[in-house]
């Protein structure tokens, strides 16, 4: 009897087995599609016209409905809240909380006239009084995610129910900017919260604001769904809901839509290596769209760094710059999707772009020279060549797990290593690669990110402050011509002498090259066209708010 | 020796066993002679054009090419090597652990034998694959670190036999007389017990030569393995995550098929040597659980009831 139950038990552990491990390839991507969000679809009081719903599949939603701590799921939090002045475009945008705004000769008064008749979602009213209380506790409460962009507000009073004053200890030459993601919340959430307090709220209450969607519910991995807000200033949304699926991998992103699960991808959420499969699907629209996105290697510039002497030295840097092979890793990471890039403000940035930057090409004929040059040298014949002390060129390259990264980092190691640099790639998980950075315990690191609509972030990140705890430098990179140019452009109000600054600036950085740039990959996103038309493209994400609210049904 | 001639003479009666070795040849030449079979070298690089990423089996490239443009059977040819020598490294070292641990509990008894062994069902009943998980995520990636992790976590069911093996063999008169002319424990374990379960030791160790090819590939599809190294479960990661939705099977399904024809070869000739050295199994031969366990990775799960008494009579 015992027997024949372990033999029962050993069949169905290996028919569950095999059957698992036939159905890999194709099933376990989709398992992950939340069910549950279908229900409120079809509410049982249903009116003859269904409800309009858009089913948005990411690969992740956010990390909390509280922004005051949230980094993340920033196109959401656009529909949710809105800002004095929203964002449109790579260095465009609109009027948002402020219908028009004006400054003063001295460049300090700033006066905005804010919109008459808005509510938040929990009606109270957002007049001007409450637009400058919710700018003043930013600053009070010191919110980390954004209380930054408005380093230099020295006095915000609401003058009567539409007219905000903001008073500047420094002229700016980039207000919209500035104002652009600093959200508007309100006082009847907020008000009676302490700092500790409002660092632990994680209800769903600190999503309201006055955007054109409403938070309904949020359910953490699994999916989160917003409801037009009718009484939105602007205009009355067409599409009435908004459900965010949450999919483990890009691959079942890719396979929800085509399985129409989904109508539209997010950004960042579909691999280049789908996007052949997705174009030649029917019904299908890919548009491909310009993005700020920036991948880079990070050389390690701290002077405290654990890194090794001989990666100080130019000739080094720019040997490096002359191996890799940017080319390759647009082919095969981005299939083409994507441009080499030479100066950290890449192209799609207009003209803060330095066009006058010629890159470094990959030459390894000439990064040899100017290693040899330098007089570096192979004694051993190892094909590696060895700094003055005797040390080998070999550094310590790290990068995140994740197999295009993978792809990447071997691109550029088997670069390096025709220089006669050793460079082999560690990848780890993202918390282990952050915890190396308080110390600066590295010498190269692949990474990416994205640019904000203006210059100024980009440029922020290399100054000295940034190095400190919780600051924004992943180089280590200070340099005091550098910090004089950066406080400069920051109150340069005219636009051509701001962007003669921004572009000695990228100079400086091309030439000391505490980032070598690599690519600028587009943004890809799918939807279904058959169900869906009308999204904007000039934002570089078609969920982006502006984008968005021109959706509507195909019918 | 003559026991060795004995046990060749009925493993070349075994047709499955001769399979399994004509399979496990064929791996064994493509690891040895990669260079000289592959058509491409896989770790020199190759300037592509999008077209080549993913380009499906043609002329020059008779599996196509994978996710950044290089030849897959070349990579499937060289992905050999590392899954060999994970393969017979580790389970040499966790043939050494187990015989060791195995040996020393079942000779001396008493408190040692309960230490070592409460210490094993303890490794026994953790579940592999997290603590491999928790373990490379702490130590890092390597190849080394791989074969390290693999060979601490699976010397356990070696252990478990070699000192059910020794509680009966130490028992017996041989042990008893060498005993009595004052032989030391040390040249007793050596001399007079060790050959009597090496037979059995062998067998076993092959049979965790494929656990441990399977359990590299796993960690390596799961994207812990060294990417730097060509293998087998490294092609499965990139293709898993690179591959599908392009629908490139034949970057999926060759290294796939390799894990399966390697590991099955090595099943074949385990079993084949097992019953050969443990004729218990014999009065079993219609079916052997353990032989599906070993091919599953989840061998803690059925040993109780399927381990050797604890003393033959």
Known sequence: MKHKLTI??????????ILSACGGGQEAPEAPAPAEPEAPAEPADAPADEPVTLDVGTTYIWDTANPTFGWYGYTIRYMIYDTLVEEMGISDFQPGLAESWDVSDDG?????????GVKFHDGTVCDANAVAWSLNWTLEQDVETFAFYLYNFEEIVALDDTTLQVTLSSPVGNMEYLLMYVWIMPESVWGEMDYDAMMEFEDLSAAIGTGPYILKEWSEGEYLILEANKDYWRTTPVIDQIIYHEYATE?????????GEIDVTDTDSIPATAIQTLQDADNVEVPIMGSTTIDELIINSHENGSQPASLWDPAVRLAMAYGIDKQQIVTVAYLGYADALGPVVPASMGDWHNSDIVDIPFDVAAGNKVLDDAGYVDSDGDGIREYSDG????????????STVARIMEIIADGLEQVGISAPPTLMDEDSLIALYPAFDFDLV?????????????MLIFTCDQ???GGWSDSGYCDETFEEKYVEQGITVDHEARRALIWEMQEQLFNDRPYILLTNAKNIQAYRSDLFTGFGTATGDILWKAALLQGKPAR | MESQNRIWTTFRKKPMALVGMGMLAVALIMALFAPLLAPYDPNERVDVVPSDILAPPGEGHLLGRD??????????????????????????????????????????????????MRFTDFLMVIPDLPLMLVIISVWGRGLWKIILVISILYWT????????????????????RARALGASNYRIIVRHILPQVMPLIIAQAVLDISSSIIAESTLSFLGLGDPTLISWGMMLNFAFERAISRKAWWFLLPPGIAIVWVSLAIILIGNALEEIVNPRLKTHHLFNPRNMISLMLAKPLLVESESPPEVTP
């Open chain 2, 157 to 176: 069911y070696t252990a478990r036999l070699v000192r059910s093996q020794v509680l009966s063999i130490k028992e017996r008169q041989f042990v008893l």
């Open chain 1, 391 to 402: 040390s080998p060129l070999e550094y310590r390259f790290y990068g995140t797990d994740d």
């Open chain 1, 446 to 458: 692949y990474w990416g990110w994205g640019l904000d609509p203006d210059p100024d972030f980009a």
């Open chain 2, 67 to 116: 996710d950044a443009g290089k030849d897959v059977l070349s990579s499937l040819i060289y992905g050999a090597r590392v899954s060999l020598i994970v393969g017979f490294v580790s389970s040499f070292f966790s043939m050494f652990i187990g015989t060791t641990v195995g040996l020393t509990a079942g000779y001396y008894g008493g408190r040692v034998s309960n230490a070592l």
């Open chain 1, 8 to 17: 029962l038990l050993t069949l169905m552990m290996a028919t569950v087995l």
């Open chain 1, 251 to 259: 691959d079942a992103v890719v396979q929800a839509l085509l399985a």
């Open chain 1, 467 to 469: 190095r400190e705890e």
């Open chain 1, 108 to 116: 300090l008064v700033w006066t905005f006239k804010i919109r008459e």
